[in-house]
């Protein structure tokens, strides 16, 4: 039987690393769950955003393989939009299965591997750039200049956010061009994502794929070791 990780400081198990466990997690607010060591230097962040004038805000943060899993059956049956490179949707019965998964895995993370299921991970936006009927998008354009959060997208290459222990896992300057789709707004705390990442391996994640109800199952398993490499092992 598995041990339930309720020790801050222990290893992360499968079922945390994977989205199958909450025990690490806290309530950040009403809505977001947070890994229980990433609240205080989250807080201490959005101090130090203030002072810029930036008020971060949580869009998302834990989120679990069950979630995961139906955003990703979702796209695999057509039901959810599945989008190309350049944000055009893509007609998914068109494709083969090792094309689908790949075409979702460009936009989506494969449940089990996204690094929201550690509560170490979160998507951010600034409260104060906008009014309280914007309605959030998450694409590069709202964080590059002329944007929204023009002015959060600049201080998130600032000296003072790099030294604050997070991080932009999908916007590093030396990122594969085959792998996730640039997010400037996902933040990662590198001292306790970085056991997550270490805990994750394609064996781990072949385990917890076979016995899941994941659409495209056995072709992402023959592809695993592909998949890992592009998709997952992408944080520098
Ligand atoms: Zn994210």
């Not at 996730?180 to 001292?191: I, N």
């Not at 394609?202 to 659409?215: D, H, M, R, T, W």
């Not at 592809?223 to 992408?234: K, M, Y």
């Amino acid at each position: 039987m598995t041990q339930r990780n309720t020790n801050k400081a222990s290893t992360p198990d499968r079922e945390s690393v994977c989205g199958q466990d909450t025990a690490h997690l806290a309530p950040l607010a009403d809505t977001v769950m947070l890994h229980q060591l990433v609240i205080e230097p989250l807080q201490h962040l959005c101090a130090l955003a203030r002072e810029q004038g930036i008020e971060l805000a949580v869009a998302s943060g834990y989120r679990s393989f069950e979630r995961q899993l139906l955003i990703w059956n979702g796209k695999a049956s057509g039901q959810r939009p599945v989008f190309d490179s350049q944000g055009r949707p893509i007609d998914m019965n068109t494709l083969s299965d090792r094309d689908k998964v790949f075409a979702i895995l460009r936009w989506s993370a494969l449940p089990g591997a996204s690094r929201h299921h550690w509560g170490t991970d979160m998507d951010v936006w600034d409260r104060a750039a906008v009014g309280d009927d914007y309605r959030l998008e998450l694409v590069p354009g709202e964080y590059a200049p002329g944007g929204p959060f023009a002015r959060l997208g600049a201080w998130l290459d600032s000296p003072e956010f790099a030294a604050s222990g997070f991080y932009r896992p999908y916007f590093q300057p030396n990122r594969r061009d085959d792998g996730v789709a640039p997010e400037p707004w996902h933040l990662s705390y590198r001292p306790v994502a970085q056991q997550f990442e270490q805990c994750l391996s394609p064996a781990l994640l072949a385990g917890v794929i076979a016995g899941s109800e994941l659409s495209l199952k056995d072709t992402v398993l023959e592809h695993l070791d592909e998949i890992f490499a592009r998709f997952v092992r992408c944080s520098g």
